[in-house]
């Protein structure tokens, strides 16, 4: 059974830094896409990074490069995100998902994911 489970969102000032963890089980990590959506209120769910299956690239939207790091501890089955130089609009509740279909580099198409955690809310405000 699939499952993904994020944490570590909450309130930072802006310029401040949040770490997020999406604890997985279910599947081999390193073998399949993995990725981390936003949705902030009132606007569609978008990617802000993700691991591609064929080659293990990391992909980064163009709002958040430079800024945001994705990584994962395969021996932790865990997917990390963190976030510095936080905006006020980085505001969203932040998801994990995994594709575990074919291998391709298709990573940041949202409509690739087969499983979605549960969410954890960023919040950046003075």
């Known amino acids: 059974q699939v499952q993904l489970v994020e944490s570590g969102g909450g309130l930072v000032q802006p310029g401040g830094s949040l770490r997020l963890s999406c604890a997985t089980s279910?599947?081999?990590?390193?073998?399949?896409?993995i990725g981390w959506f936003r949705q902030a209120p009132g606007k569609e769910r978008e990617v802000v990074s993700c691991i591609n299956s064929a080659d293990g690239s990391t992909y980064y939207a163009d709002s958040v490069k430079g800024r945001f790091t994705m990584s994962r501890d395969n021996a932790k089955n865990t997917v990390y995100l963190q976030m510095n130089s936080l905006k006020p609009e980085d505001r969203a509740v932040y998801y994990c998902?995994?594709?575990?279909?074919?291998?391709?580099?298709?990573?940041?198409?949202?409509?690739?994911?087969?499983?979605w955690g549960q969410g954890t809310q960023v919040t950046v405000s003075s």
């Open positions: 279910g599947f081999v990590l390193d073998y399949y896409a």
């Open positions: 998902a995994a594709d575990i279909g074919f291998k391709s580099m298709w990573c940041h198409v949202r409509g690739v994911y087969d499983y």
